[in-house]
């Protein structure tokens, strides 16, 4: 059973719109990840946050932003998706190294 | 900095044959190292982790994979190939605790594994 839950895990928006794709973890996990993964390609780190109030841009640039008011909650927003932003967005929590991961929110951007 | 690759974007075997997936690695300080699995349309599942303990590590469903610091190596293996082992495979570092990155995890471009029956 997923300790990690990720909302929505599919979503069809048109360009200009601004999303939110959720994550919230039960497991009380400081460290949190946002990685992208497109097709047939290897994951890429996009946000992190150690803990409440912190937030670190990851290896691959992105337009993205994430806040983290809450321990269990690390929500990933775009201001005005596009095209380009379209790809499959994985959450994780981390303990002792080890990565938990959500089942993923796929984006279509028309 | 930390790195790692894959050395075999696809790997096909066939049911009851051994399984090797290749993981090379750098890394600044003493690494751990982990194998992750995503079968199609689900969630990465972790297999196995080494973080310096015991070299020789045994994960779930029968693999295993062997830390060699000599080679900078971490490749996974299996005796036997089972057509649910099809899927994409990612070997994935850590640097330690004291490393800059503590907590980041570098993921390598994933191995998609092939079973024929």
């Known amino acids: 059973e997923a300790d990690i839950y990720q909302t929505p895990r599919y979503l069809v928006i048109g360009t200009g719109k601004k999303i939110t794709l959720e994550c919230s973890q039960t497991?009380?996990?400081?460290?949190m990840y946002w990685y992208q993964q497109d097709p047939g390609m290897e994951l890429h780190l996009i946000h992190y946050?150690?803990?409440?109030?912190?937030?670190e841009k990851g290896d691959l640039s992105s337009e993205s932003t994430v806040s983290r008011i809450r321990t269990e909650h690390f929500p990933l927003t775009l201001e005005s998706a596009r095209p380009s932003h379209t790809s499959q967005y994985l959450c994780?929590?981390?303990?002792?190294?080890?990565?938990?991961f959500g089942a993923g929110s796929r984006l279509t951007v028309l | 900095a930390q790195s790692v690759t894959q050395l075999d974007s696809h790997v096909s075997v066939s049911e009851g044959t051994p399984v090797l997936l290749r993981c090379n690695y750098s890394?600044?300080?003493?690494?751990?190292l982990f194998w992750y699995v995503q079968h199609p349309n689900k969630g990465l599942q972790l297999l196995l982790k080494?973080?310096?303990?015991?070299?020789l590590v045994k994960g779930i469903n029968g693999f295993e994979a062997e830390f060699k610091k000599s080679e900078t190596s971490f490749h996974l293996t299996k005796p036997s190939a089972h057509m649910s082992d099809a899927a994409e495979y990612f070997c994935?570092?850590?640097?330690?605790?004291?490393?800059?990155?503590?907590?980041?995890?570098?993921f390598g471009q994933g191995t998609i594994l092939t079973v024929h029956p």
């Open positions: 080494y973080t310096s303990a015991a070299t």
């Open positions: 994935v570092v850590s640097e330690g605790a004291g490393g800059t990155s503590y907590g980041k995890l570098t």
């Open positions: 946050s150690y803990g409440v109030n912190s937030t």
């Open positions: 994780a929590s981390t303990h002792h190294n080890v990565l938990t």
């Open positions: 497991m009380g996990h400081d460290k």
């Open positions: 890394s600044s300080y003493s690494p751990s």
